[in-house]
């Protein structure tokens, strides 16, 4: 191997190392702890603008009912900074995954929506993912 790609090589190596380490950075800052709301009957603040509210809407000609998912309640948004946002949101019919969204900083604000066959659905969970405060779920009989 000459001097030149001897440089090269040891260059990408370099790149390589340097986003391992980036990655490895944003991950450690990812907040996966599932988290409970102290009194599920009376959010404070924050409990509220972590929470997910699912609303169902109606259904199409094909079948398909339209459920938004938001996150935040009580007029109170989840923020979408370059420090603090929602990185997905799920859906869960019966306990049976049907939808995910993943969301980036500043670009995405914390709301999705999924248009699913609820037929014989008792149960709709949302859960959304906060890069500093964790996992939230939310439940609504149907």
């Known amino acids: 191997m000459n001097r030149r790609e001897a440089i090269k090589v040891a260059g990408v190596a370099a790149m390589m190392v340097a986003v391992s380490a980036e990655a490895k950075m944003a991950v ?3 907040n996966r702890m599932e988290m409970k709301p102290k ?4 959010l ?13 809407k109606g259904k199409d ?3 398909y009912t339209f459920v938004e998912i938001t996150i935040g309640q009580g007029g109170i948004m989840h923020p979408s900074t370059a ?6 949101i799920e859906l869960y019919a019966n306990g049976k995954l049907v939808g995910k969204s993943t969301l980036e900083p ?4 914390g709301a999705a929506s999924f248009s699913v066959k609820l037929d014989s659905v008792k149960e ?3 859960r959304a993912g906060c890069n500093l405060h964790g996992i939230w779920t939310s439940t ?3």
Not at 39 to 42: L, S, V
């Open 44 to 56: 404070d603040k924050g409990e509220l603008k972590h929470t997910p509210l699912i609303t169902v």
């Open 140 to 142: 609504v009989k149907v």
């Open 28 to 30: 450690e800052h990812m």
């Open 39 to 42: 009194d599920p009957a009376k």
């Open 124 to 126: 709709l969970k949302a």
């Open 106 to 109: 500043e670009i995405s604000r």
């Open 83 to 88: 420090d603090h946002w929602i990185d997905f």
């Open 61 to 63: 000609a094909k079948g």
